[in-house]
Nanobody, 126 residues
Framework: QVQLVESGGGSVQAGGSLRLSCEIS????????LAWFRQTPGKQREGVVV????????YYADSVKGRFTTSQDNAKNTVYLRMSSLKPEDTAMYYC???????????????????WGQGTQVTVSS
């Protein structure tokens, strides 16, 4: 079992920055795929970042590439999402999610993720 708790959302003007945190508890020893998803009302959940703990690889969606970066504090079991040059279209509820992969690369498909946080709202005003 894994528990995920996001924090760090808020309101910011376009061009600003925010850092989201995802604190992981429970089984933190198994290999995992961890992703940041975002969702706005009426739209499908979009995977913006996927982290593969097995190979130290990270996927960034084209929509955030060059503006979002991830980092980890293993001592705190926390993954961070640093969001810079924010745009109004980045406004969404942001979720971190995780699953233990059997084999193959991590996926960006939401249905594969077993564990989800409660979400944190990011609002970017123009």
């Amino acid at each position: 079992q894994v528990q995920l708790v996001e924090s760090g959302g808020g309101s910011v003007q376009a061009g600003g920055s925010l850092r989201l945190s995802c604190e992981i508890s429970g089984d933190t020893y198994s290999p995992y795929c961890l992703a940041w998803f975002r969702q706005t009302p009426g739209k499908q959940r979009e995977g913006v970042v996927v982290i593969d703990s097995r190979g130290d690889s990270t996927y960034y969606a084209d929509s955030v590439k060059g503006r979002f970066t991830t980092s980890q504090d293993n001592a705190k079991n926390t993954v961070y999402l640093r969001m810079s040059s924010l745009k109004p279209e980045d406004t969404a509820m942001y979720y971190c999610a995780a699953y233990s992969p059997w084999r193959g690369p991590c996926t960006v498909v939401p249905v594969a993720y077993k564990y989800w946080g409660q979400g944190t709202q990011v609002t970017v005003s123009s």
